[in-house]
């Protein structure tokens, strides 16, 4: 058994034990005889929608991010749904977003009825590029079709977005920015975790997140209270707050008591595994050393390493390599946005170069708090041969 990572996070792997991508058996292991306990707890109240659970890790999540308000919703989609719908961005208006991210964050924009401007990004940090952003920005208002209302900037693989560049830039247009942080929970910048770096966050609950549910689920931040009132009514159908009136569109966005049993069990194990995952990623950066290219976190920037991603040429084949050394390994994504068929008609004139590259050639290694340093050493090794 290991005296390293995994020990730290109180549950004993075998170094020899196959190295798995992601790990929610050894951590439902660790977190077991609590999670019984809580959701026994919901059985005995027996409120399984808006039971005691849901204020409590609302509350939780709220002090964790240092923000007046948390809110938890059903899933990181429907988190950037009612964000959206919360600011009545909808038909006319311009919504940028990063062109390398999962396609939730495209999608989101579509079901509020707005039109997605794609951005390309930075080819290091794979985050939204703010140059390329306020060029899209004086284009969509050259062409005068379409107003610039928001921007959702996506904290890949866990590595915050440029905020400071992102606020100011948004501020000068008088628009809104939208933390898309469902990658991201447990990082920061600047000294401030992620749920406060912007004017809203939006993050998921998917199992294989920082913070999982088992299940879906996803949560939500502001500062700003009137803009927490109306999430809150646009969670629960749009309804007031005596939930006996609709007034305006909303959605069935409640996460339920269970999931957020869940969570408040993940929670209480939270900042140990954070600890563990910025372990992985370091060791990992110090053991590829220059062979090949990782994520670059900029100074003051504080990933949360929900992914651990490295750059390569010819991927397919190294891949393989790793493969037949034991080394799980996944690729997110294989496409741009605007590459992908239900998007296309918005890909701007030329593409997005810094995307499309990316596409080719990223590639995900296993990333989890539950690697003993010895499968460190052996990921590490295997990367090495392969490239
Ligand atoms: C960047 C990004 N945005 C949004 C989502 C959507 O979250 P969910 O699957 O909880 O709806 C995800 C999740 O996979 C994501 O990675």
């Known amino acids: ?47 399984y929608i808006g039971g005691p659970e849901v204020a409590e ?42 062109g390398f991210t999962y396609n ?24 939204i590029d703010a140059k390329h952003l306020e060029a899209q920005i004086e284009a969509t208002l050259r062409e005068g079709k379409l107003k610039p209302r928001m921007v959702v900037a996506v904290d890949l693989y866990g590595l915050p977005a440029d905020y400071t560049a992102l606020n100011k830039l948004a501020a000068k247009h008088g628009m809104l920015v939208l933390a898309d942080a469902a990658q991201s929970f447990g990082g920061g910048q600047d000294g401030r975790a992620v749920g406060i770096l912007t004017d809203m966050t939006a993050t998921s609950f998917y199992p294989s997140k920082t ?30 707050a005596a939930k006996r009136e609709s007034i305006r569109v909303g959605i069935n966005g409640r ?50 390493w929900g992914l651990f991603t490295i750059q390569v040429d010819n991927r397919e084949a190294v891949q393989k390599r790793l493969a037949d050394a034991g080394v799980p390994s996944s690729i997110y994504y294989f496409k741009g946005l605007h590459q992908h068929q239900a998007f296309s008609r918005f890909a701007p004139k030329g593409g997005l170069p810094v995307c499309e590259r990316l596409a080719q050639r990223v590639l995900s290694l296993p990333m989890h708090p539950y690697l003993t340093d010895p499968q460190l050493d052996r990921v590490i090794a295997a990367v090495k041969a392969a490239v």
């Open 1 to 47: 058994m290991s005296t390293n990572s995994a020990k730290a996070a109180a549950v004993a792997v075998a170094d020899d034990a196959p190295i798995l991508f992601f790990d929610l058996k050894s951590q439902a292991k660790r977190l077991r005889a609590d999670i019984e306990q809580r959701l026994m707890r919901v059985l005995d109240h027996g409120a």
């Open 255 to 304: 996460l339920d008591s269970m999931q957020c049993a869940v969570v408040l069990s993940k929670l209480s194990i939270f900042d140990d595994e954070m600890k563990v995952r910025r372990h992985v990623a370091k060791r990992y950066r110090e053991g590829l050393g220059n062979s090949v290219e990782v994520q670059h976190v900029p100074r003051g920037t504080e990933s949360a």
């Open 104 to 127: 939730a964050t495209c999608n989101a924009v579509l079901l509020a009825g707005a039109t997605p401007v794609f951005v390309d990004v930075d080819p290091h940090t794979c985050n």
């Open 57 to 98: 890790v609302e509350a939780k999540l709220a002090s964790y991010s240092g923000v007046k308000h948390g809110l938890a919703v059903a899933s990181g989609t429907d988190a950037l749904v009612i964000a959206l719908m919360g600011e009545e961005v909808g038909p006319g208006d311009a919504v940028f977003i990063p």
């Open 211 to 240: 913070v999982g549910a088992y299940g879906d689920g996803g949560a939500m931040f502001t500062d700003d209270t009137a803009r927490f009132e109306r999430w809150a009514s646009i969670r629960w159908h749009g309804t007031d």
